[in-house]
């Protein structure tokens, strides 16, 4: 099951909406195929894992590990559970019960009314760790929320913005941890940003030193104060602009309105999002838009980049709450913040 979950990690930014999912086969202790799930509309990791067993005859002989329980519903691609049943493979264990409502537990029921023993929760917390994305859309109807920001050693996040400052990122840690954040931007489907870091910084949000899809770029814009000559609006990528007053849309973007003046209207861009079938957004906005967000507890991950520089002046970092969630320091400017997910799934 370990080995199902390193191959299921491989799928990292190519499978969303669908999970992560890895499956190996065993016969006599030994492995004798393997595979999972590489690209969304793709074959699932059941059916790369048969299909590399060069010796079809072992099948009936054999157990097939899989992080996730097999689907039993056609979607891109048939049922998984179908396939096992037909290549006749006795005993399947499955690490998590899958929570899409389609499966949550049919694909396992359908196995063993075939005559299929099916063990179920081998390594079940890292997998569903795993799938954290995945597990969040699927539980909290909303997509799980990566917040970012970097901050000086005096805990700002930018500089004291006067009058006529140039509309640009003001860098507070090392230039070469930008790659990281191209990768990171690659892993995830959405990106967003408010009104203010769209005009003060003027970003692409876009992936330049990172092989990877480009991710669907949010802007807040309450009232349409942006203009189209910044870089947001260049049509490049898929955008979507919130705001308070219109719907309409043009080649690459679209515009769609929401209610500002509503205390949940953060939650209200959640639930669009969710309809569009957007499992993860990273937040690179600015302070407000941030702590708008751990206001309203809609964040499940926190990555803060730790710099040694210091301000005086500026603009204060986001504060988050001082317990429900795990710290972890990566290196000497990398923290991560993750929330219990016992409390959220």
Same mark, same amino acid.
């Given at each position: ?149 970097? *901050? ?126 957007? *499992? ?66």
């Amino acid at each position: 099951m370990q080995r199902c979950i390193e191959l299921a990690r491989e799928g990292l930014g190519k499978t969303a909406p669908n999970p992560m999912v890895g499956s190996v086969i065993v016969y006599n202790d030994r492995i004798i195929g393997e595979g999972y799930h590489r690209e969304y509309g793709k074959a699932h990791a059941e059916v790369n894992a048969i299909n590399s067993v060069k010796e079809k005859d072992l099948l009936k002989k054999s157990t097939l590990y899989v992080s996730l329980e097999p689907c039993c519903h056609w979607g891109k691609t048939p049922p998984c559970t179908d396939l096992i049943i037909k290549t006749k493979i006795p005993h399947v264990v499955v690490a998590s019960i899958d929570p899409y409502d389609a499966v949550a537990g049919n694909g396992i029921s359908i196995l063993r009314n075939h005559g299929v023993k099916v063990d179920v929760g081998i390594l079940r917390q890292q997998a569903m760790l795993l799938n954290k994305r995945f597990f969040t859309f699927h539980k909290k109807k909303r997509p799980y929320i990566i917040l970012k920001w970097a *901050q000086t050693a005096d805990a700002l996040i930018d500089i004291e913005r006067l009058p006529g400052t140039p509309a640009r990122p003001t860098w507070i840690t090392s230039e070469k941890l930008r790659m990281l954040v191209h990768k990171w931007r690659t892993e995830e489907q959405a990106i967003m940003v408010g009104t203010i870091t769209a005009l003060k910084d003027n970003p692409k949000l876009n992936v330049r030193d990172w092989s990877g899809k480009q991710p669907l770029r949010i802007v807040l814009d309450e009232n349409l104060t942006l203009s189209d000559s910044l870089s947001l609006f260049d049509n490049s990528q898929k955008t979507i602009v919130f705001n308070n007053n219109k719907n309409f849309s043009r080649e690459n973007t679209q515009w769609i309105q929401t209610d500002f003046a509503e205390e949940a209207f953060l939650d209200n861009i959640l639930k669009i999002l969710a309809e569009k079938d957007i *499992q993860s957004v990273i937040i690179e906005g600015g302070q407000k838009l941030l702590q708008a967000f751990i206001s309203r507890d809609l964040w499940d991950e926190a990555r803060v980049f730790q710099g040694n520089k210091f301000f005086i002046k500026g603009l204060r970092a986001p504060s988050l709450p001082h317990d429900n969630f795990d710290m972890s320091l990566i290196g000497n400017e990398i923290l991560y913040f993750f929330k219990n997910p016992e409390n959220s799934w």
